[in-house]
């Protein structure tokens, strides 16, 4: 059965920086992982996806401050921010499409897409 962890949440101050990693187990087949976050009272949002050879994809919103990196060999799926702002902060979950193996040429970021899902990690950055 497919599981996903994330880690690396907390708190930081405006123009901090911060990494998340995801852990992926009971999967074997190729599959696109993705970043996505709610904050209270807004609609889960799509962060960045990256296909089974790491190409990656970003919202404009983050697009410059946020890495993401996935090693295959480990399943794990990281997310390097930085220049965070206040409108960063909510709960970032990792997420896992089983049925992609490259978004190219078109992403597909929506949650509805993705049908294993983390806990999710909080990010909170203050002002």
């Known amino acids: 059965q497919a599981q996903v962890m994330e880690s690396g949440g907390g708190s930081v101050q405006t123009g901090g920086s911060l990494r998340l990693s995801c852990s992926v187990s009971g999967i074997t087949s190729n599959y696109c992982m993705g970043w996505f976050r709610q904050a209270p009272d807004r609609e889960r949002e799509g962060v960045s996806m990256?296909?089974?050879?790491?190409?990656?994809f970003y919202a404009d919103g983050v697009k410059g401050r946020f890495t993401v990196s996935r090693d295959n060999a480990v399943n794990i799926l990281t997310l390097q921010m930085t220049n965070l702002k206040p409108e960063d902060s909510a709960m970032y979950y990792c997420?896992?499409?089983?049925?992609?193996?490259?978004?190219?040429?078109?992403?597909?970021?929506?949650?509805?897409?993705?049908?294993?899902w983390g806990q999710g990690t909080q990010v909170t950055v203050s002002s």
């Open positions: 990256v296909d089974r050879n790491g190409l990656p």
């Open positions: 997420a896992v499409d089983l049925y992609c193996a490259s978004w190219y040429p078109r992403p597909h970021l929506t949650a509805a897409e993705f049908g294993v």
